[in-house]
């Protein structure tokens, strides 16, 4: 069933600014997604947190107005909005009833190109981005899968993109402004906009709004240190955070599709293997996943679970045979639950502007275009049993990084299933 | 949207809103049974039977019930809260049959000792995994310590000790007085039509037994108490107040979700601005809770230690002008926009409708389409505000705190319970 979405429509203004406009007639909402490239692999060296302080400080006053009169007008508007950082951008994500469409593009106009990044409000700022850092150090859930991402990928590219308390302290007002003046330009800056509303005005606004937006040259990234692969942090704690990651293929990557129907059937559903081993059979977890995250260029599988510190043994154990028991081959209609989920998923995300807005500019980021749902919904369908076992062939998981927290490390060389799945890693070191 | 609305011969009361501008459509079944309707032996068995009701009944397995949501691409889901236990799930249209057959299959389990003893350790790590997070920690002491000597005082997850004690028998009994086709509400939201779900609806539940649970509804009188738990390796300080307010029948109770707006949302709010844009605060947030007969205002504040006293002593300055001068007109506007584009926005999907749907239904046998919604959101004027806050002040009868602190009296470090956790 499913009536195909409207096409998107793209619009390149001359600035470099990518204008993506999906069109969704059945929803009274319209949703806004702007990537803006000022996030935390253009920080200058330990100086993580930049991108976060000038996330937050962009939005303390803009334009005409100061803190509480942006935060005002934004209240009135009924905009729903979010401020977050990922490694390239910062993103702002709003969502109102479509009449106040309009309006709330005109305060993300001046949040983008006339930002005060005034100083009263830069050490309140400072303050808030320290605490939610430190509530972070609070949940260790979170934690584990952070310091899991720093281990992965090389600074800056797994620098946690929040900021890190060590170097909060050491970064100034000057620092958020070069940063700001730096990055805060529309070439590399990404658009989406879907809802209901008038694609052609909605157009001509964005072209007022951002056309004279100055473009400016992309700095470049020196990679930094790489960090141990394999860690333990001692953490006063019930329960150990386990955090597993080996490479896999971006979403740019021809393969993608396998690669993500290779780890939905470790962790899609409910039957998915993850899931049955390591909770329904063993009950040795309450929350385990595995996730394929992908920046640009690079990405990898990221499983996590969390279980009590005499269990966590048998429980990377257990997680460790899963992953490798892939290549073995799969169980009949394993794949098909696997599509019937993305199929849903996809299906989904044509209900809701705020996802599809979302969507269209991830998309844009990662491939320079809009994929159509249904070109999506055809590669996810068209998936083999030999696909995914080729591809597990040629990208067998291995090359582990292994982060737990807990009150004391499990034995990572004790076990066969262990050692084998490590081999890797101690052959080269 | 159409609603629709009928009874079974056994009790079992079916609702639905039909729309067919959505591509999928979502199902759940409301049971009035959660913590409050537990005794302290049994404490954390309507948690602990919503788990064992993935298992299976006398015709699927645990397996078969994992592996079926995913053959149809659902995705479900179930919760369980101080009242209502849910069980729910959104599909594509056509795979709406399957997915009431299991969603049924969900409610009448089989309760095997097998899958008994392997869930219970499942159970107890998710105890373990609260226990790790102070902010999990301090809501679940905030409520035992408000709702003292009621019912809503009990913990939805247990204890280590009653989880560990608890037999399938006893779930069993419990089971057998809390999932009479009374006690229930089958809500349908989205992409369908109501002759096919009526239908499904008999086919999947007319066999089940009646049976209605009372409860007893009586408000709370919580005496006030206050409780420093002491948390030397957590890097923050977490303070949870409460206070009486409105009941989920409550004519005040559309006022009192639009106050705790004004007063406590996380961006521009009263609270936000004294605490958080000033960065005294991590968050410090107002939150409206309705339950059954009782209510409470929860404020919650999460910053550095030493800045806990004056930071509560600052939520009381809020409170205190609140309580004495209401709130002004072009506060209130600002509120009614942000809640209006919300229920706007939530009402899009068809999951966003179904929690609206069953909770209108379970607590109030109403049905408030998005408009009704909207309306009674606009309806709410200063003089409505005034008249909640005569009726439930803002305050702090509870004070629930932890984090390194040892007392929250200024310049004491005295008496507090023992170290616990």
Redesign the interface.
Known sequence: ??ALPLEVRTHVLDNGLVLLLQPMP????AALSLLVPAGSVYEQPARNGTAALLCDLVTRGAGDRD??DL??A????????HESIASEHVAFSA???SH?LTATLELYADVALRPRLPEAEF??????VA??L??I?????QKVMLELRRRCWEDPWGRPSDGCLADLPSVTLEDVREHHALCFRPNGSILGIAGSFDPDAVTEQVERLFGDWDGGRIPTIEPGPEMPSLDHLD?????TQIGIGYPSVPYRDPDYYTAWAAVSLLS?????RL??EV?????????VSASLSSLKDRAHVLCYA???VERSQETLEVMFAEIERLASGLEA?EL??C???????L??Q?????ARAGAVARDWYHLGRVKPLEDVREKVEAITETDVLGFLAENPPGDYTVVTIGPEPPQLDSSVSLRRALSTESDEG | MEFHQTQLDNGLTVVAETNP????VAAGFYVRAGSRDESAEVSGVSHFLEHMA?KGDETHS??D???I???????YNASTSEEVTTYYG?????YLPKALEMLATLIRPSLREEDF??????????I??Y?????SVCYDKSMESHFIGHPLGRSILGSRESITALTADRMREYHANHYGAGNIVLAVAGNTDWDEVRDLARRFCGHWPTGRHDRNTEEARPPGVTRVLRRE????QYVIQMASAPSARSPHRHAAELLSVVVGSD??SRLY?EL????????AELGFHEYEGSGAWMTYV???PDATIDNLARVKAVYDAVNADGVTAEEL??AK??????I??RG???MGRLSSLGANWIYREDYRSVEDDLRDCAAVDVSAVRELLDAYPLGQTTTVAVGPLASLVPGTANENDPPSN
């Not at chain 1, 934004?74 to 909005?81: E, I, K, M, P, T």
């Not at chain 2, 501008?21 to 999928?24: I, N, Q, T």
């Open positions: 069933m499913s059945a929803v009274r909402s803190n509480r935060s005002t934004f209240d009135d508007l009924g905009v729903q909005r969502a109102t009833v106040n050490e309140p700022t400072r303050l808030g605490q939610s430190q509530a150090e609070d949940d260790p859930r953490y006063d704690s019930t329960q899609g559903g409910t039957s998915s899931w049955n909770r329904e059979k063993r009950g040795l977890v309450y929350a969390g279980t009590t209609g098909e639950r599509k019937a989920r993305a199929k849903t998923a299906v989904m044509q209900e809701s502007s705020v | 501008h959505v591509h999928s993935f645990a397996d019930v994992n592996r949501f995913d053959e149809i691409g659902a995705r959104a599909v594509l249209p056509e003893e392997v869930e219970r350790q499942v159970i107890l790590e998710e373990g995994m226990d790790d997070q102070p902010t390796s957590s890097t923050l961006s521009g601005w958080v844009d000033s960065g005294l605060a991590e968050a999460g910053s550095e506007e600002r926009n942000k809640v209006s584009s919300a706007v926005l899009e999907r068809p």
